[in-house]
């Protein structure tokens, strides 16, 4: 006998399956996430494989559904649309940490701020005053493109998956050599496209931040 599950097209049942997962105890989903939930998005391919995973099937199948489909709320992704990371540094306005068009992520400009203390590793370039202060361009390039790695992989993606990187330095002269030493250590391999300009200011005390765009 055909039940009115048999009816539904995949997109439908992915929808229904999606749907089910938000009403998931919230303990449960919390558990299995901070158990697997990271190795379970790299192996399921990131947030659009895991909504799909109905494919595995048993209780595998629902595990990653379920992990996945809570931990990335509304990103589970059968649109395009804004991404606000539970994990990356607070923005300073109102942007989310990277918007997804088709099968590309753009992740808005990120600065070197920690998340959820706001500490800026190196140390801010000016006081409360405006008085300059010396702080370590490397220090701050290393926490840029760390705070990248936690939003793309909280998505479902990778710095691997980076194709594209916008930068942006308070002061070329005194900080290119440090800022490309430390890219290099992270980008030399995966080689995206770059470019890199000197900006008069940024809108907090920072030296340096990195827009970027990744595959999903």
């Known amino acids: 006998m055909m039940t009115d599950n048999d009816e539904l097209t995949d997109f439908e049942r992915r929808r229904k399956l999606i749907e089910g997962i938000v009403f998931a105890p919230d303990e449960f989903i919390e558990k299995i996430y901070d158990d697997y939930g990271k190795s379970i998005l790299s192996s399921a391919g990131g947030a659009l494989g895991a909504a799909a995973g109905i494919a595995v099937g048993g209780p595998v199948g629902g595990i990653v559904g379920s992990v996945v489909g809570k931990k990335t709320a509304g990103k589970l992704v059968l649109e395009n649309g804004p991404f606000i990371s539970t994990e990356g ?75 594209d990187v916008y930068s942006m330095l308070v002061d070329m002269d005194r900080d290119f050599a440090g800022y490309n030493e430390v890219y290099a250590e992270y980008f030399s391999e995966i080689m995206p496209s770059r470019t890199t300009c000197s900006v008069s200011a940024l809108p907090t005390p920072i030296a340096v931040e990195l827009k970027v765009i990744a595959k999903v």
């Open 89 to 163: 540094p607070s923005a300073v306005g109102a942007y989310p940490h990277l918007h997804r068009v088709g099968n590309l992520i753009f992740v808005s400009g990120i600065g070197p701020r920690k998340p959820v203390t706001n500490e800026i590793p190196g140390g801010p370039i000016k006081d409360e005053s405006g008085n300059p202060l010396d702080y370590d361009i490397r220090a701050q390039t290393r926490s840029v493109i760390d705070n990248i790695r936690i939003i793309l992989e909280e998505y479902g993606s990778s710095l691997e998956k980076v194709v």
